[in-house]
């Protein structure tokens, strides 16, 4: 597919553009086509299995690349309409990779509010990694990334810094998914006729569940539309992980809608303890005060594992709080019980 193929896809997927911003980057396009084939032609050298169809990299590398790689914002759209809280991004790497994302700025003081939590984000997408493998993923790649008011891009709106006392702007990035749909999510004859679709499903309702998934807008779900590999996908979930909040939308992915669940899947859930759940989502996305500037750093121990936005004078957490991490233990040992009384079965 050449480069300005590729960007034209970007933009019919984004929906209306603003022409300038359309002009700009088809004549872009033209001047880096050489580049981005090159790398396009690296990234399809071989046959992708079904699964690459929908996300085109190694889950591990997007993270790497969202997080820590300098890009550029080749253009932007508004992801359902104009003057939205998140918006589709096409981003060019310095080695001339290109990449979508969802780019969602983070509320003033980074704590969120409804709909729009950080830290929600970055742990359902943590969470799944401790039972289900890379192919089976039901949360695309989602990272927090501090930008610099100075570089924020031109997105139609002042970005202000996150923090008063930097100048640093906290965006969540989140891989954009290739080939889905938000039609025919759920379909009971093709659950039970359709072996691969009914482990899919189940997938993404026991994560559902057991993150309490709390919105039922449409788009929220996906599903592939590569027929030999029907993925699910779970892609907004900044109302999840409390019961004090729901949607207006409906809750319909809080609870179990299946009563088989893949049974490779569930060895894994029950392996989990109690201490690999705090480890892996007591702090999930951590940056350090570096002058002005917040600079991502490794993990450490949460500054107080009660709260689930946390700030020293130079340290900035996000992660669960004590809480809702019990509460995902409650619910993964309601889960097995179920199994051992045989009221769900295993497939």
Partial sequence: MAAR??????LEQAGPVHEARRARTLAFSLAVTLSLAFALCLA?????????LNIHFPPDSIESMLRDRE??????????FSGDRTQRVALRFVDSTLMLAKW??????????????????????????LFL????????????????????????HWPGATFDDTRSVLVVLQYWLWNVTSKDIWDKSRFESDSVYARHFANLDLFTYLILHSDSNGGNVLISSVTSNPRLFAVDNGVAFSRREKSDRGTRWRGL????????????????TREQLERRLGVVAQF????DQLVPETPTEPLDPNKGFRRSVDTVQLGLTR?????????????????????IELS
């Fill in 5 to 10: 193929t590729l960007i034209q896809s970007f």
């Fill in 44 to 52: 399809f050298a071989r046959p992708l299995p079904a699964q690459d």
């Fill in 71 to 80: 890009f550029q914002v080749l253009d932007w759209a508004d992801t359902r």
């Fill in 104 to 129: 969602a700025k983070a509320p003033r003081g980074g704590r969120g509010v409804f709909n729009n939590r950080p830290r929600y984000e970055i742990a359902a997408y943590e969470f799944q990694k």
């Fill in 133 to 156: 493998d890379e192919s089976e993923y039901v949360v695309p790649p989602t990272v927090a990334r501090c930008v610099s008011v100075d570089q924020y891009p031109d997105m139609g």
């Fill in 257 to 272: 809608r299946v009563k088989s669940l893949p049974r490779k899947t569930l060895e894994r859930l029950r392996s989990i």
């Fill in 288 to 291: 350090r005060r570096s002058g």
């Fill in 323 to 343: 809480r809702e991490i019990g509460q995902i233990w409650n619910r993964i040992r309601k889960i097995l019980k179920k199994v051992d009384e045989g009221k």
